[in-house]
């Protein structure tokens, strides 16, 4: 049974960068898209950008200039980066797996989520 | 990007009944590439149907979806107390991929 599984600090201060890491346990990274979708306290879900295995990304335009998400198929990994974090950023980041890699943007699986608070 | 706009905000219905959860989008969503997630407190979403109408996995034939162009639903016949959440539809005909506010069905 695949799962996932969000981990990084829980709190960042403005200004710097916000690292988020996903484990993927029970199967392989291979085959599928990964992404990192976001929601703010109260608010809806905001997809951030996504991953093949391969290494090829796509990326929300509004949030583009600060993302980076990358994947280490060696340790079963994907993670993301968000540059220059404002309090705006504050949510719970999920991290989760995109069921046809053909026709990406349908979430089938989902990690916990882990909530990540902008302040200094 | 697509806007979806979720009707209604909040929708209280007993045990047994049916409810109907609205999704409008402000541009065609292209080839049904809709899907419907269920939420509850504390836990991360889980996809219920996709291409507006096929159910995901596991899921109960209570809960059906219908639409097509800009105009969606998400029907759960026999509400049962566990299905009180929040309901999301999210579109990926067009990235960015993009949600709705979400519809909260409580149980009366």
């Known amino acids: 049974q695949v799962q996932l599984q969000e981990s990084g600090p829980g709190l960042v201060k403005p200004s710097e960068t916000l690292s988020l890491t996903c484990t993927v346990s029970g199967g392989a990274l291979t085959s599928y898209s990964w992404s990192w979708i976001r929601q703010p306290p109260g608010t809806r879900l905001e997809w951030i950008g996504n991953i093949y295995y391969s290494g090829s990304t796509t990326y929300n335009p509004s949030l583009k200039s600060r993302v980076t998400v990358s994947v280490d198929t060696s340790k079963n990994q994907f993670s993301l980066r968000l540059s220059s974090v404002t309090a705006a950023d504050t949510a719970v980041y999920y991290c989760?797996?995109?069921?046809?890699?053909?026709?990406?943007?349908?979430?089938?699986?989902w990690g916990r989520g882990t909530l990540v608070t902008v302040s200094s | 990007e697509i806007v979806l706009t979720q009707s209604p905000g909040t929708l209280s219905i007993s045990p047994g009944e049916r409810a109907t959860l609205s999704c409008r989008a402000s541009?065609?969503?292209?080839?049904?590439?809709l899907a419907w997630y269920q939420q509850k407190p504390g836990q991360a979403p889980r996809l219920l149907i996709y291409?507006?109408?096929n159910r995901a996995i596991g899921i109960p034939d209570r809960y059906s979806g219908s639409g097509s162009g800009t105009d969606f639903t998400l029907t759960i016949s026999r509400l049962e107390p566990e299905d009180s959440a929040v309901y999301y539809c999210?579109?990926?005909?067009?990235?960015?991929?993009?949600f709705g506010q979400g519809t909260k069905v409580e149980i009366k």
């Open positions: 541009q065609t969503v292209s080839s049904r590439f």
């Open positions: 999210q579109q990926y005909g067009t990235s960015p991929w993009t």
């Open positions: 291409g507006a109408s």
């Open positions: 989760a797996r995109e069921a046809n890699p053909r026709r990406p943007g349908r979430f089938d699986l």
